[in-house]
DNA sequence: GTTGGCACTCGATTCTACCGAGTGCCAACC
DNA sequence: GGTTGGCACTCGGTAGAATCGAGTGCCAAC
């Protein structure tokens, strides 16, 4: 058979001999087989599909070197076979388009998309839910970080009698706030000084260089400022602005029948800052999913995460994700991810008025070519 | 012995025959036993427990009593004896002490507390983390609402041509934000002029209640106020405002070994509104504990919440809630929720500066009596 | 009223037999 | 050469039978 007689350059230990078609059918409909069922797939339904005009034999001995590939593995002797992360991976890459949405899921996105509003978090929170609920999945959602959002607004709003709320509006909508204490009583009209200072001095800057602020004549004003100021960088400290918000987890003990996965799996989704690193890492690696011990949290060696970036007129604004199995569905997995993810970013950019940054208001055109990860041949 | 011989009024059907303190002896030796091992407690065990001394053969007698009168069941026959709900909640109203914390929580809380910072979602975040932390359930926070506290600062922050945010900061810290749409471009001093009406108008009202603003001369100014003033009355609608913080619900997946019940379980927490309306209805009913389907939801139905009120000042701010299976161990989840619900009452009221409200700042005593809810005879 | 004794129940566990989906191998075929 | 049908073999899953033992209900004796 053709096994592309090269070298063996073997970059990868056995890895990358690539497959013929034949072997690249059987491999689909296993996986597509095993998706749908949960059960390990013998020869003789991979036989029976169409693509594979072959006997049961044949696909056999076929199955024999897709497993020492490491494409399959059996569960045990004399069982159907089950396709593993790798074999996913070649499914994901290369044997699967996008897929699309039926009409009924297509029309919710739509509906939901129309109705929305809102404030942002409400947004997302909401558009989590939406995404787990096409998919029946747990969905991830994780907002914009603020860091580089110009400030429109600094306001100082008295609390108590030593105490002080700082709050900063940004351009994406977005309202920060941090409580801050101050020496001895102060007058409210000093806060109003302070914050007409504060607003001067920041208005237009980013949270994340927030520079010098001038200084008033008025020593008192000045210890105010200072601490507003020294409180605004903490604003934008690591972790602390990002938000992530989770749709459906009950989803995942649909996922999965062992308790104890769901129990690791949901361990990990209350930990935020995982979540986020999570997706981070799968988008800047290029990719849209990620398989079983690809990301290198055990916990979730038996799920797979499918991700889509959410960008606002070409900037980056966060990303949309789904939890599942291994054998979750990828193509429509993938098709709900950036359908969403590309809407969401739209509606964004909709609710910031186009004018939310430098950029001119083009909308970035909508790349369906890079959706599956690294597609190739 | 003492049966309390009270002429039998039965306002429920069978039930308030009160238990003479053997048989509750037993009661509370089969929750007991139940909750520590999760398995059906034979007259044998129950023999043996310190404080019933009687052969177990007399057990067995009082235990048909007890099933007859629905405090136990029997799984099947020639199967040891389970607590029913109602068994439980005897258990809770009758037998059992709030509990104490451990030295290790007792230091656990108090450090957190010492350290816990930053804004009110953060501490409300954090502290369901806390709950969960110490009781090994799934815990749930929710913050004061709203609708009370008075407004301190209303503000108007142009977003783009047409788009303007309306910040609202209340006096418990909380800052509420709705974008509205403004007919045509609006400049920013129209936008300041009509903060400034706003704020005139509205300081020191609460969102419930925010009556009328006054006209300027001003056409266009009074246009954005008024939008703008709308927008406010939707900031206090329902549902809106209350947030609802879930921590660990991975301790689910643990308290529960059927994977079906902890989807269903999840499912509940999944609906903040649900959530909500179920602790406030336990509190409303003057309770700390709700049992198996003592609340309305059959998905909570092998469910027990503990439920404590969070108040500042005396007044209601809140709740914090233990969500575990009916065989939880009530001393200790009764403890914790009571401990943190007031540590966290009394850091939100220092938050604040004791002078959040028109109340006196005079700390509310300590009620350790009501405990255990309605702790009766 | 309490207790020890006793026959009985019934879920859980273990063991055995068996079924059948699926495999690996091989000889025959194209 | 690759492909195919045939065949013996493997082994997890299921069903039934036997066994075990914790726990019960009842009763006679204390």
Redesign the interface.
């Known amino acids: 058979m053709p096994k592309t007689e090269e070298p063996t350059i073997d970059h990868e230990p056995i890895a990358q001999r690539a497959l013929d078609d034949r072997q690249a059918a059987i491999l689909e409909a296993v996986v597509t087989e095993y998706i749908g069922t949960a059960q390990p797939v013998g020869s003789g339904h991979v036989a029976k599909v169409a693509g594979v005009n072959v006997s049961a034999a044949t696909v056999r001995s076929e199955m024999v070197d897709l497993e020492h590939e490491g494409y399959l593995v059996q569960p045990h002797t004399s069982a159907g076979r089950i396709p593993t992360d790798k074999g996913y991976r070649f499914f994901v890459d290369h044997l699967t388009e996008p897929g699309v949405l039926g009409p009924a899921q297509r029309q919710k996105v739509s509906r939901f998309f129309d109705q929305v509003h809102?404030?942002m978090e409400q947004m997302l929170e909401r558009t989590s839910g939406l995404l787990s609920d096409l998919t029946s999945y747990a969905a991830v959602v994780v907002g914009p970080t603020h860091e580089s959002a110009a400030i429109?607004?600094v306001?100082l709003?008295?609390?108590?009698?030593?105490?002080a709320?700082l709050?900063v509006?940004l351009?994406d909508?977005a309202?920060e706030?941090?409580?801050i204490e101050l020496g001895d009583d102060t007058p409210d009209e000093l806060l109003a000084a302070a914050s007409t200072q504060l607003q001067l001095g920041l208005q237009g800057r980013s949270l994340a260089e927030t520079g010098v602020v001038a200084k008033t004549g008025d020593a008192a004003v000045d210890r105010a400022v200072g601490v507003a100021h020294a409180a605004l960088s903490d604003l934008s400290s690591p972790g602390?602005a990002e938000h992530v918000f989770v749709g459906?987890?009950?989803r995942?003990?649909?996922a999965?029948?062992?308790?104890?996965t769901?129990?690791?799996v949901?361990?990990i989704?209350?930990q935020q800052m995982v979540v986020v690193s999570l997706l981070r890492d799968v988008l800047d690696r290029g990719l849209s999913v990620s398989i079983g011990v690809e990301h290198g949290y055990e916990p979730l060696a038996s799920c797979a995460l499918v991700v889509a970036p959410v960008s606002v007129d070409g900037h980056d604004a966060g990303a949309v994700g789904l939890l599942g199995p291994t054998r979750m569905n990828y193509p429509q997995a993938l098709a709900a991810a950036h359908v969403v993810g590309e809407r969401l970013g739209e509606r964004i950019g909709d609710?910031?008025?186009?004018?939310?940054s430098e950029d001119r208001g083009a909308k970035r055109p909508r790349t369906p070519g890079t959706k599956g990860g690294r597609r190739g041949r």
């Open positions: 809102g404030e429109r607004s306001q709003v008295g609390l108590g009698p030593r105490l709320l709050v509006v351009a909508g309202v706030k941090r409580s602390e459906g987890p009950s995942l003990a649909v999965f029948d062992a308790v104890e769901v129990r690791s949901l361990g989704l209350e609710a910031l008025g186009g004018s939310g």
